[in-house]
């Protein structure tokens, strides 16, 4: 099941994605939820053309817990070691956008790069000091995600707070993908300013992650309690590089979608 979070004429839903489509977004349609997703899922009746609304951030999270260097390349690519134990930060619930939003690039750095990952959406009831099959069971579903980074600021700060924190440094969507296996799944990134020549930047698999997704929630978990909406980040593979003004990034997962973000300057 895909669970989008959309605006339409009459406001905010979240519903239910309904076809298969290889033309992007037309073809498909939206099965408005009654309620949150969180549950038994009940229809209200309302149905739309996906091309007819705006998709949202699938998810407004409390909070965005990162994974860093969770893929050996990507670790050695910054002369890095892979860590013993998951290595974990934050980003604001500010800087999380949706699909088609705007990565706005801070005059403090010279230097915002894209990593492309899969993000896990936490479910009810959350996850308190879970073991391996409880984080399991805590999974709500999965989508895409940019973590973007001002990788000057990451280098020159002894924190990563700033250089990932910037209003609109998260991207997810398009939608949360619910009984997937992500074992194994292809993580891609494309960056270009010509939809029909985009350079293919990042291109991993799932399972090449130091530690699995069960793992690291449970990880996480034993730290802070995760709520129901919680995202968690779950590493970039190798090959980031730096956004420009102009530029179009696309992070694809395979079985779950795309999510397709332009960079603007702040203004």
């Not at 899922?41 to 998810?59: E, K, M, N, T, Y």
């Not at 403090?108 to 899969?118: G, I, M, N, P």
């Not at 992650?209 to 190798?238: E, K, R």
Request: charge should be negative; proline fraction near 6%; aromatic fraction near 6%.
């Amino acid at each position: 099941m895909r669970i989008a979070r959309f605006a339409h004429a009459k406001g905010m839903s979240f519903g239910v994605v309904e076809g298969e489509s290889e033309a992007g977004l037309q073809g498909l349609t939206i099965a408005e939820i009654d309620g949150h997703p969180f549950g038994q899922i009940q229809f209200s009746g309302a149905r739309w053309a996906l091309s007819d609304v705006r998709l949202l951030s699938p998810i407004l999270p409390s909070k965005v817990v990162c994974v860093g260097r969770n893929y050996a390349e990507h670790a050695a690519e910054h002369g890095n070691e892979v860590p013993k134990e998951p290595l974990l930060f934050l980003k604001p619930s500010t800087s999380v956008i949706g699909p088609r939003d705007a990565i706005r690039l801070p005059i403090f750095s010279k230097q915002v790069e894209h990593e492309a990952e899969l993000a896990v959406v936490i479910g009810a009831p959350g996850a308190r000091r879970a073991d391996r099959a409880a984080a399991a069971r805590a999974i709500f579903g999965y989508t895409c995600a940019n973590d973007v980074t001002a990788r000057d600021l990451q280098r020159s700060d002894s924190q990563w707070t700033r250089a990932k924190g910037f209003d609109s440094f998260c991207p997810i969507g398009p939608w949360i993908t619910t009984g997937l296996d992500v074992s194994d799944l292809e993580v891609r990134c494309e960056v270009g300013r010509n939809p029909d020549e985009m350079e293919v930047r990042q291109l991993g698999r799932t399972k090449d992650m130091v530690f699995d997704v069960p793992a690291l929630v449970s990880y996480i978990s034993h730290v802070m309690t995760l709520l129901p909406g919680d995202v968690v980040l779950t590493g970039t593979p190798a090959g980031v590089s730096p956004l420009t003004d102009g530029d179009t990034v696309t992070v694809r997962i395979e079985g779950i979608g795309e999510l397709t973000n332009s960079v603007v300057p702040v203004v």
